[in-house]
């Protein structure tokens, strides 16, 4: 059973975007940490603000590709630290794993496919 709707969805999304965009700053990341939190960032919002969902902007991408997409960048962010070489930074490599493996339950926990059989127009602001 699928626990989020792609309203509550989003709203974690933006949450998500925030919290990757601050961490940085607050646990005081060293510079490849940090690049790899705000590209991260910053590729989350602009999927979440192209996606077809309710608190999606421009409704251009299909919410089940934007499923698809956070899989990929949950993934990129469990495999950053040692990827980019950065997991002997302790709050950088924990920070980054735990955001994925809370990626990776929300993508889990969604349901993509909600309104797609019931609802062939896009949503609408007011998700009508």
Not at 20 to 44: E, I, K, N, Q, W
Not at 80 to 95: D, H, I, K
């Amino acid at each position: 059973m699928k626990l989020l709707s792609p309203r509550h969805h989003g709203y974690i999304d933006y949450a998500a975007v925030v919290l990757l965009a601050l961490a940085p700053l607050a646990l005081r990341f060293g510079p490849v940490p940090t690049s790899v939190c705000y590209v991260t960032a910053l590729a989350h919002l602009m999927v979440t603000l192209l996606s077809d969902q309710p608190l999606g902007a421009a409704r251009k991408i299909p919410f089940a590709v934007h499923g698809a997409v956070e899989f990929a960048l949950a993934v990129g962010l469990v495999a950053a630290p040692w990827l980019f070489g950065f997991s002997a930074e302790t709050a950088a490599r924990t920070f980054c794993v735990a955001a994925g493996v809370a990626l990776l339950l929300v993508v889990v926990a969604t349901r993509y496919t909600a309104g797609l059989v019931a609802r062939p127009q896009p949503y609408d602001r007011y998700d009508r």
